[in-house]
């Protein structure tokens, strides 16, 4: 029997492939959106925090049906110590109308999104592992799957398929992520009143807040969050993968160690842990996104590495990337052309984008990551500021100037000394600056 024929097959039903699948069949092409779990989100696990912009340019005022959990009006960040925090942050009741973002649980999600997709056109192939590109003459042409007669012909595959991609790979456009290049995510979902949450974080209604933090991660480069959904709290850590093969720790460790802090226990306790569940996240940043698109694929989200860390975006880069790929693919549709030549559009709309800009934009914080010492960056100096916080708030009969000096000292002794603190001030601000 002759394979079936789209002129798009997605792999992946995440936000990347869904974004793809979605534009793509509104747009009128024959498209099939192939995952492997259950039903879309079924294996996925995110923060997590969705953002409006790049979801409204596919779907305009989608908030109105989507399974949202809270709206978004304030965001925490937490430099921890032993037993403190020094907080920063921002509340502003202007993130609410339009809204700038919100928590949401991808296994609700991602199944509400595809669902949307299937409207559109795109004929759901899920419970279906694409094992391979069909290729004729070097490009590709289709994909086969671990169904029996489970061949699929295309005039473009997008490949959407996460972290791991296994098809970027038989492209050859990466290879394993280097240690240094991905660190490793936990995540607990926990159930708490939602009177609790409301009381706890100071919200009304669906008002929703969400904290990051840093230190208190056994000395190895990571960042924790705790964000609040309607009647649950996600808490999690991921940690650069290359510290946790130093330390030989496990990442449930940090996070069991993080829930004792007394910041976070006042915060969770009383829940009750619903789920866990562990991933992978793109690290790499701007030196590490492979070449886009070839003859008959194109690549895209996490499968491309298309994830900005300083900001905890990467569902909104997922869903612009697959939205480009999908007007690239339309593009070739009407042409009836599907080289590289044509696809390579897409690879243009990305550099266009605010895909390459940000994630140049924060190019060197790799380096940064890579090169400096861990232990310094996420222990001994959130320690230290800590401490400076503490001398310069406590009135025990000191003299202000005499505290300041203590408090320069103990930074300066912290980083190594006064040329390392201004050595590591520059290099902070480099990272963050291109
Ligand atoms: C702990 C954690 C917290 C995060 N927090 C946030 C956050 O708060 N905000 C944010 O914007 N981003 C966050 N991210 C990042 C975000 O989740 C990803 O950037 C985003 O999900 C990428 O989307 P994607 O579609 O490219 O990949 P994915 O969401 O990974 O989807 C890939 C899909 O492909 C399927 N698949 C894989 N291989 C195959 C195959 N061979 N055949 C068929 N199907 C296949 C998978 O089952 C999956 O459904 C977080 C990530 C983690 C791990």
Known sequence: MAAAYFDVIVVGAGPAGI????????????VALIERGEFPGAKNIFGGVLYRKQLEDIIPEFW??????????????????????????????????????????RVKFDQWYAGKAEKAGAVPIYETVVTDFLREGGRVVGV?????????????????????????KALGVHKEWLPDQVSLAVKEVIELPKE??????????????????VGETLGMAGLGFLYTNQETLSLGVGVMVSDLKKQRVKPYEILDSIKQHPMIRKLIQGGEAKEYSGHLIPEGGFDSLPQLAGDGWMICGDAAQMVNVVHREGTNLAMLSGRLAAETAMAAHAAGNYSAGVLRGYQQAVQASLIYRDLRKYRGMHHLLRDMDSDLLFDRLPQALNDAAYQMLLVDGTPKKDKQRKVLRQLRDASGGRLDLLRLGLKGWGAMNG
């Open 64 to 105: 109105k049906e989507a399974p949202l959990e809270r709206t978004i009006v304030e965001q925490r960040m937490w430099v921890l110590g032993k037993e403190s925090v020094v907080t920063f942050g921002h509340r502003n009741e202007r993130y609410k109308e339009p809204p700038n973002c919100w928590t949401g649980l």
């Open 144 to 168: 086969r799957t671990d169904r029996e007669e489970g061949d699929l012909r295309a005039g473009v595959v997008i490949v959407a398929d996460g972290i791991n991609s296994l098809l970027g």
């Open 19 to 30: 974004s793809a699948a979605y534009t793509a069949a509104s747009g009128g092409l024959k």
């Open 196 to 213: 609790k949450i409301q009381d706890r974080f100071n919200l009304e209604g669906d008002e929703g807040c969400t904290i990051e933090f």
